[in-house]
């Protein structure tokens, strides 16, 4: 296991802090407050994050200062919602540029199923294999869709998906929860010792939320990245230290959420 995996957690746990849907969605996912990536970063930092993930260009300009207080992912693809045809996420951003950023870990997406997932798989291959010789972490963002996929929460395919990220090399494998507990623990089982973290997801509802984390973490999680349901809020540090508690003092949803209302 990579030495900077250990500096992205605590006690084998993560809590990331993810702003990378700029690129994704658009600055439909903005306000005149998070548009800023400083007040993200300020987040982050205040958070207790166990990292920040962002785009190489976002890590160059605003990830200085006491905001390296919180370890640095760098996304190393990334595509827009004005494609059409099945998806594919090329890289853009060398490890080399990541680990000259300060980064401690890479991220790239793959879409299972997609027609393009030979290309993805292949890229993703040579990114492990590079991440690893500098001594950074490979996550990668896994999620199942394109023309060949029916379902892209089905258990089947989240769990393929684990498990082809950790025949890939990967340290860390984000899915999306499909609110199948017993499902989701066979997703953890597929990933083996490839640690397998949760999407926080479109925003919801604060109680929601947190019984979403409290679920990941009973099925076997080691964590979250979550981006739109903390810094969409209006209250974006008193839902992160819920999810703390949750996570790493082993709180029951139920607690926060009386504690908070």
């Given amino acids: 296991m990579m030495d900077n995996l250990h500096s992205i957690s ?6 990331i802090l993810a702003y990378d849907q700029g690129f994704e969605h658009g600055p439909t996912d903005f306000d005149d407050s998070n548009v800023d990536p400083y007040y993200v970063f300020d987040i982050a930092r205040h958070g207790k994050y166990t990292a920040i993930a ?3 260009g976002i890590a160059e300009k605003y990830w200085h200062g006491d905001y390296k207080d919180t370890p640095l992912l760098v996304k190393l693809n990334g595509k827009t919602k004005l494609q059409s045809g099945d998806p594919v996420s090329k890289q853009h951003c060398s490890v080399r540029r990541a680990q000259e950023l300060g980064a401690s870990a890479v ?9 393009h997932q030979q290309t993805m798989f292949q890229e993703f291959g040579n990114i492990v294999e590079r991440a690893h010789e500098m001594g950074l972490a490979a996550v990668c963002w896994m999620y199942p869709r394109g023309s060949n996929i029916e379902d892209e929460l089905a258990t089947d395919n989240i769990a393929y998906g684990a498990r082809i990220a950790h025949e890939l090399g990967a340290d860390i494998v984000k899915v999306k929860d499909n609110g199948d507990q017993p499902g989701m623990h066979w997703a953890v089982r597929n990933a083996a010792q490839t640690d397998l973290v949760v999407a926080g997801g479109s925003k919801t509802d604060q109680e929601t939320f947190f019984h979403n984390v409290e679920r990941a973490a009973n099925f076997g999680a080691s964590g979250i990245a979550v981006g739109r349901n903390i810094w969409q809020s209006d209250k974006p540090l008193k839902l992160t230290a819920g999810v703390r508690r949750i996570l790493f003092d082993d709180m029951q949803a139920e607690e926060i959420v009386d504690v908070m209302t």
């Fill in 10 to 15: 605590r006690d084998d746990t993560y809590m």
């Fill in 54 to 56: 962002c785009q190489p």
């Fill in 107 to 115: 991220g790239y997406t793959i879409y299972l199923g997609s027609d």
